[in-house]
């Protein structure tokens, strides 16, 4: 799916609205370099759009019942029975139970389970000088913005990060290779507070070559 | 390297020793299905043994000043290049500090680093009736031994657990690959706390098709 440049103008706009309410089904921007969080009741589904498809969005889901209880990658890698989850796959909590289901999968499925989120930490060893944004502080941020302080910073779910591991076990840091407009729908299985990023880093390619951190977009579906 | 039985003699006389100390050169026993921790200081090194080769040891490193930063894998992993850590590789804090470097490795260098450590909720799914000994309880218990809490459960290095990753990108549970006697070095890069769990796994034929977890040692070098 290429996005038409009237739906960016729609995206655009929905974007500069306060949309962080459990019902609200328009589009609500993911900043670029920065971070937005929403609440999502079970029984709704979270659309998230790679909007110019070159984006990396670090992603997590807290339950909204106890922020102790949160998806985990190093627990759902183990049940799903392998590093990127697949459409139908469920994303697991630290106490191993059902907190997304992955249902639909318009981009080619490449996600990221083994990188932590940025950090400040993370450019200075970049050689970058200065605080850069980065997804760990966008996550507290983003959760502040709602009232709520994650108990500790999980690792994420890169959704649209292209690590490939080699046979030998080693890792590269590769550009994205969604398209404009590609989306993944999640369904989240408990009553969840979910954290997104727009990925800042503009030191290594994940963003693409270009090295140019853009917004994407979340929506909330009935 | 096989393990002598006059060596395993000696293994056992010195696990019944209480030798939580900093200075200690003999052999501490890492009990099957249990845990331990231990204080190490940097300048030292540890010598982890796979006393009967087939176990594998969930291991944890923290900050013996701040237990808020220890060893993490997800931040390792991108600083190392890879998914399994190779002889000379450094492990990384939280806060992307080195804490840990292997410098020796008999045994094959087949290790884990995407898999949490089992929890009573592990068991459970493996549809185990009631209290399971487990690698979360164990960090927990062994961390307290010494009168430290730790603040969360990093996801933990798995030393000699076999997980493959396929090209795909699916996993397996595969029996350890080392031998009796194999052994780690590992030298703490800052004053640290360490914990090793010796698996209780006795579903999945992680610790070896016989499914019997037995008991591992380690020595903490001068």
């Known amino acids: 799916m290429v996005i038409s440049p009237s739906t960016l103008v729609e995206m655009r706009r929905c974007s500069t609205e306060k949309t962080n309410t459990l019902t609200n089904t328009s589009l609500t921007e993911i900043p670029a370099r920065r971070g937005k969080a929403v609440r999502v009741q079970s029984g709704k589904r979270i659309k998230m759009i ?30 799903i029975g392998r590093i990127i989850p697949k459409v139908g796959d469920i994303m697991y909590t630290n106490k191993r139970r059902p907190i997304i289901t992955l ?11 083994i990188i932590a989120a940025c950090d400040q930490y993370r450019y200075k060893f970049l050689n970058f000088e200065g605080y850069h944004d980065n997804c760990t502080d966008n996550l507290y941020a983003a959760m502040k913005e709602l009232g709520f302080t994650p108990p500790e910073t999980p690792s994420p779910w890169n959704v649209w990060m292209n690590i490939p591991v080699a046979h030998d076990g ?36 994940i963003n693409g070559r270009d090295l140019k951190p853009v917004e994407c977009h979340f929506q909330i579906l009935p």
């Not at 249902?103 to 389970?113: A, K, L, M, Q």
Request: with cysteine; aromatic share 8%.
């Open 50 to 79: 790679n909007t110019h498809g070159t984006q990396v969005v670090d992603t997590w889901a807290f339950n909204a019942d106890d922020l102790h209880e949160f998806m985990s990658m190093e627990h759902t890698r183990p049940h």
């Open 170 to 205: 080693s890792i590269e840091f590769m550009p994205t290779v969604s398209k404009p407009g590609d989306y993944v729908v999640l369904r989240p299985e408990m009553d969840v507070v979910m954290a997104f990023s727009a990925c800042p880093q503009d030191i290594l390619p």
């Open 103 to 113: 249902i639909e999968d318009t981009s080619p499925g490449v996600h990221d389970t």
